[in-house]
């Protein structure tokens, strides 16, 4: 059981760590809200609104898939790495996949911008 002292050091953590990519969110809501208030005879064709949410979601949902990849496979590896010292390379490659995901929303992410 957790007790409610750590439950609370555990929230605030959290809450750290989640405070970049909400005002990552913010500067993209104020992004699309800006873009989309142009007069129209200034916007292009289609407005970049859909895009640059779609550009977000993809670098900010594979952030969080990718950390808790890591958190896993860290963890546990670790906990595997005091028993048998010799696995310590394989945790590494298996956080360096966990990596990979980021890297992916990230490329996604370029692309769908590329569009724009």
């Not at 405070?19 to 200034?42: G, K, N, R």
């Not at 966990?98 to 724009?116: D, H, T």
């Amino acid at each position: 059981m957790i007790k409610r002292g750590s439950e609370r050091i555990l929230t605030r953590r959290n809450t750290v760590l989640m405070l970049p990519f909400m005002m990552a969110l913010l500067v993209l809501a104020f992004q699309v809200a800006a873009t989309s208030a142009e007069s129209p005879a200034e916007a292009p064709k289609e407005t970049p609104g859909l895009g640059l949410i779609a550009a977000g979601l993809a670098v900010g949902l594979s952030g969080i898939g990718a950390g808790i990849a890591i958190f896993g496979s860290t963890s546990a590896g670790m906990a595997a790495t005091v028993e048998r010292p010799e696995l310590t390379t394989w945790v590494l490659i298996f956080a360096g996949l966990g990596e990979g995901l980021a890297i992916y929303g990230l490329v996604v992410a370029i692309m769908i911008l590329g569009k724009i």
